[in-house]
């Protein structure tokens, strides 16, 4: 199948399965900060929360946080210790929280309080690479990027969208090439969605995919007859500088 075809396909019946419900559940913990704030600030604050930690947990510490510190000049002026007790479900939350409070200074010191909207401004800040750009840009300002984090780099290796040894930078790049930009709002939420519903990165359910007939992932898995998961490729990092 050509490259083209598949990335219609996936996009279509993803759209079917998961598109219709954005508004009404949103699937991230992104796309729910940006449901009920429409806030960058706090896009931004919980893309840093969430490196490294799973969205239930960048969840809980952005409503802690938010409950008691939810702009730049309050969290700037907060005690580290504060902030790390507020954010503590979050993974490595002592290092977040004083690089929280950087960003903020930064953001009022060069900006005003405001997040900057363009991706080689947000990633000349503290913390915050490829991945955090593109979702501030993707779910704080409604841009079109291509965030890329793991369940968007296995399900783009998996489906081969993407090079089985890419790191998360090559697969933006070729995502990139390949995608239609008026399709880039949309990957992230769907890619992320379907990787944690069907494509999992431990036990996927390949039972009820309906990209067998092109995936890598269970050409491999048939021919070998393993039932178990199988490697599917590099690591991903964490977006951190």
Sequence with gaps: MRTDEKV?????????RYGHSFHEDPGTALAK????TEDPF???ISTIL??????????EASARLYAKYDTPHAIARAPVRKLAELIRPAGFYRQKAQKIREVSRILLERYGGRVPDTYEELVALPQVGPKTANCVLVYGFGKPAIPVDVHVAVVSRRLGLAAEDADEEEVERRLRRIVPKAWWLQLNELFV??????????????TVCTFTD???YY?????TGKSGPLKTGARIPADTR
């Design 8 to 16: 219609r396909r996936i996009f279509a019946d993803l759209g079917t």
């Design 33 to 36: 900060v940006t449901a009920e």
């Design 42 to 44: 706090k896009v931004l």
């Design 50 to 59: 969430s490196q490294r930690t799973r969205d239930e947990r960048t969840e």
């Design 193 to 206: 969605r379907f990787g944690k519903d069907v494509c999992r990165t431990n036990g996927p359910r390949c």
């Design 214 to 216: 092109f995936c890598r």
């Design 219 to 223: 050409r491999r898995l048939r021919r």
